[in-house]
Each structure stands twice: as structure tokens, then as C-alpha cells.
């Protein structure tokens, strides 16, 4: 039998990973949750479809969801359903296809960045959420 130092660090090592990747959306949130009118305002900008009920959605998947898989509940579902959330989040948000320099540039490093956060989730559905969870209590 093969064992490796990061066999034996497996739950905390899901759970640090838990946390780096719902930290950014978390706070994002929240800043969309207490500052509601003015996020979808900005929506509205961006000719986003229904732009208070794109805000809702953004609140409850990047907070409340956010928050569920820090604490590994329904991890690896809510882990596929957030993956989907950021793909989404990348293709309507960061089209760098369609623009020109510097815009295409830096929306690309975040469409490209989304992408990562989705393999980052991806992983997570697979592995399940570890020993330090409230799916494992």
C-alpha cells in the first residue's frame, strides 16, 4: 500500500479547499445582499434580463450557497449547481469574445479565471466534502 503525506491531511485539505473557493463569492454577497439597489442597478447596466431577480439569484447562490459549502452541506449537489452558477457567471459576464483591447484582455483572465473556480468545484463534487463537514455529522 502507497501512502503519501497528503493522503493523511485529505479533510483538511477539503476543507481549506471549502473555504479558498466560497471566500471570494461569500463577500461578494454580501456586498450584492446590503448593497441590493445598487447591484441591480448595475445589472439593469449590463442589460441584464430582470435585473432584480438576477441580483436575488446572485445573493442566494454566492452567499447563502456560498456559506452551505464552507460548512459541507449537500456539498457535492450544491457543488455541481455552483459550478454551473460561475459558468454561467463567465459567459454572461465576461465576453471577451466579443470585445476589443484592453476590455478582451482583462475579461478574458476573468472569463479564464471563472473557468478554474469551475475545475476547482468540479474536484469538490467528485471528492465529496471530507470528515470536517456537516455532511459527514
Not at 436575488?56 to 454551473?84: C, D, N, Q, S
Not at 484582455?105 to 468540479?122: D, E, H, P, R
Amino acid at each position: 500500500m502507497r501512502y503519501t503525506l497528503l493522503e493523511g491531511q485529505r479533510d483538511i485539505l477539503l476543507l481549506l479547499a471549502r473555504i479558498l473557493l466560497m471566500i471570494l463569492f461569500i463577500l461578494s454577497g454580501w456586498a450584492k445582499l446590503t448593497g441590493f439597489t445598487a447591484t441591480a442597478g448595475y445589472m439593469a447596466s449590463l442589460g441584464a434580463p430582470a435585473p432584480m431577480l438576477a441580483t436575488a439569484i446572485a445573493v442566494i447562490m454566492e452567499f447563502l450557497v456560498g456559506i452551505l459549502l464552507v460548512l459541507g452541506f449537500y456539498t457535492r449537489p450544491l457543488a455541481l449547481l455552483f459550478a454551473l452558477f460561475v459558468l454561467g457567471t463567465g459567459l454572461l459576464g465576461h465576453p471577451f469574445w466579443n470585445m476589443v483591447e484592453p476590455e478582451r484582455s482583462a475579461n478574458m483572465t476573468q472569463f479564464l479565471k471563472n473557468l478554474s473556480i469551475v475545475g476547482g468545484l468540479l474536484a469538490l463534487a467528485a471528492a465529496g466534502p471530507g470528515r470536517f463537514s456537516l455532511d459527514r455529522r
